[in-house]
């Protein structure tokens, strides 16, 4: 059975095709797995492979942050003051 699947993101994108390679390797390792440790075997792997899925989706999606906030530019803070003459507040000495 063949589907096919639309992303709108490349997070979507990324995360589709790592869920296929996911899925394909969890049949491998079952198909293989010896009478009475397929859920053992199974478990194992899907464990493993979901840990890598999810590492993947996080790091595309900070990369995207990431990448959306280069283009916006440096976040306003604060700024000295134009003079740079001396403060006219004392601040106490510390002890």
Do not use: N, W, Y
């Not at 096919?4 to 394909?24: G, K």
């Amino acid at each position: 059975m063949e589907r096919s699947f639309t992303a709108r993101t490349e997070l979507e994108s990324i995360l589709l095709e790592q869920a296929l390679v996911m899925a394909r390797e969890l049949e491998a390792v079952t198909d293989a797995a010896p009478d009475g440790a397929v859920l053992a075997v199974g478990e194992l792997a899907a464990v493993g492979l979901g840990r890598e899925l999810t590492r993947v989706a996080l790091e595309a999606a900070l990369q995207h942050q990431a990448e959306a906030a280069e283009k916006k530019g440096r976040r306003a803070g604060p700024v000295p003051a134009a003079g740079g003459g001396a403060s006219r507040i004392r601040r106490p000495r510390r002890p």
